[in-house]
């Protein structure tokens, strides 16, 4: 299963490995579509692919860091 995903990370994230850190976690594969990141904010669109379950695990466990998490596009199907 796919998701497309808007993350926004505070300042204290931009450099940690959090995407690294859950995919690894999760074994959910990230595909970095589009990025932004500059010393005040870091933004990016992902799509993360893995098991229905990982994927909410790994969402969820961005969430809990403090990354805001949004759906773009809703779900991809393959």
């Given amino acids: 299963m796919k998701k497309r995903v808007k993350l926004t990370f505070p300042q204290r994230l931009i450099k940690e490995p959090v995407i690294f850190t859950m995919a690894k976690k999760y074994d959910v594969m990230p595909n970095i579509r589009r990025a932004r990141v500059t010393e005040t904010v870091g933004e990016m669109v992902l799509e993360l692919e893995g098991t229905e379950e990982n994927l909410e695990k790994g969402i969820k ?5 403090g990354v805001e998490v949004e759906l ?5 199907i393959e």
């Fill in 61 to 65: 466990s961005l969430r809990e860091q």
């Fill in 72 to 76: 773009v596009e809703g779900d991809i």
